[in-house]
Structures are given as structure tokens and as C-alpha cells.
């Protein structure tokens, strides 16, 4: 199994989570820059990153491939079985890439710093507001780890270099983020890059 990757991506992190989490051997292939490999150019007509391919099978968009790594390895489950409480979890993993991923996507890409301002402060509220969800369970929605952490932990680590600060205002988010951090698959998960993201 091969991972094209970018080693600062948030949509790649979650995907480079699920495989540790799982504890999956995969070659991972970084993809820096302008310059895109041959390979993924022809593989995925949208030459993003990530791009899994599995034997004859490519997929891309992150949430596609983590999905289908949870159905294909299913030890530890990352979803819940009961069809009503996945598809509340689906519908969270909605509501964060529509909300908190395409806002870091356009706090990422601001041509102008009031762009990145207007970003960066609806990030902060949106992520301070949903405090209370984080105080209700161990884990977002959860006791078990899921998908859903899976995709919202990589927007955490991200926080410093956004310039966002919600340890200070929410004690359950920052709970949260400790408990999160501390697990051997999120640490084996970061890339060096991402490692320098957190001081
Ligand atoms: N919805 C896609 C978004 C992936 C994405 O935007 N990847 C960026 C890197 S963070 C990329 O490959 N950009 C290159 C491009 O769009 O040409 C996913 O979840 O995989």
C-alpha cells in the first residue's frame, strides 16, 4: 500500500492517523511543492494529496481513504456499528470538514492578512463554541476513539501556527488536546514538519 502525502497537510494527517491507529504498514511517499511524482499525476485526475493506492485500487480525497481503511482493516473499529450513531458520526464529519476544514483551508491559502484575520478569528469561535461537546465524553460524540477524532485532531495540532489560542479559554478542548496528543499513534503519526508546528 502506497500514501502520496504532504508532510504538512491536514487532509494527509488524518489519513497518516488512521494508518497508525490501525497500525498499517504503508510506504509513504512525500509530496513537496509544485513539482507533483509522474505517478500521481496519472493516478488521480485531481493531483491531490492524499492519494492511496492499494494494489489496483486509488483513491483520494481523505475522507474517501479513511473510510475505506476502516472498513478494510477493521481492528480497532473507528466507527460505531449501530446504523443511527454512524450516521451521527457521519454527519460530524460533515459538519467539521464543511466548517473548520475549509475555513483552515482558506485561513491557509489568505492572499491578504484581513482574509486570514476574518478566518482565523470565525476558526477560534466556531472550535471555543463546541466546548461543551468536548466536556460531555472522553472523546468527541464518544468513549472510543473514532474518525472523528481522527479529523478533528489534526486541526488542533495546527492551532499555534494559525495563530489561534482556545487552550486558554476552554479547559475541555485543551483536555481534549492532551489526551489526544499523548497517544502513540498521533505522535507516530506527525511528520518532522508537523512536529515543529507545536513548541
Ligand atoms: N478534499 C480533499 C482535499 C485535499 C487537498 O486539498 N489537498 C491539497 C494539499 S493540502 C492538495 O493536494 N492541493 C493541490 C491541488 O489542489 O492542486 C481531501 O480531503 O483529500
Not at 13 to 38: W, Y
Not at 146 to 155: G, N, Q
Request: hydrophobic letters at 40%; aromatic letters at 10%.
Amino acid at each position: 500500500m502506497t500514501l502520496f502525502s504532504s508532510p504538512t497537510c491536514f487532509h494527509s494527517h488524518r489519513t497518516r492517523l488512521v494508518l497508525a491507529e490501525k497500525n498499517i504498514s504503508v510506504e509513504i511517499v512525500k509530496v513537496e511543492g509544485p513539482e507533483l511524482p509522474e505517478d500521481l499525476l496519472d493516478l488521480n485526475p485531481y493531483h491531490t494529496v492524499p492519494t492511496l493506492v492499494d494494489r489496483d485500487l486509488v483513491l483520494y480525497d481523505s475522507r474517501v481513504i479513511i473510510e475505506y481503511l476502516d472498513e478494510r482493516f477493521p481492528h480497532p473499529p473507528l466507527m460505531p456499528v449501530d446504523p443511527v450513531t454512524r450516521a451521527q458520526f457521519r454527519l460530524a464529519l460533515y459538519r467539521i470538514e464543511k466548517d473548520w476544514y475549509s475555513l483552515a483551508d482558506q485561513l491557509e491559502a489568505a492572499s491578504d492578512s484581513k482574509q486570514a484575520a476574518r478566518s482565523r478569528k470565525m476558526l477560534e469561535e466556531s472550535i471555543v463554541a463546541s466546548s461543551e461537546v468536548f466536556r460531555a465524553r472522553r472523546f468527541f460524540l464518544s468513549d472510543e476513539f473514532s474518525l472523528v477524532d481522527c479529523t478533528i485532531a489534526p486541526i488542533l495540532w495546527r492551532l499555534p501556527s494559525y495563530g489561534i489560542d482556545v487552550e486558554s479559554r476552554a479547559q475541555p478542548i485543551k483536555n481534549y488536546m492532551n489526551d489526544v496528543f499523548s497517544r502513540r499513534s498521533f505522535q507516530d503519526s506527525l511528520t518532522e514538519l508537523e512536529q515543529e508546528m507545536r513548541p
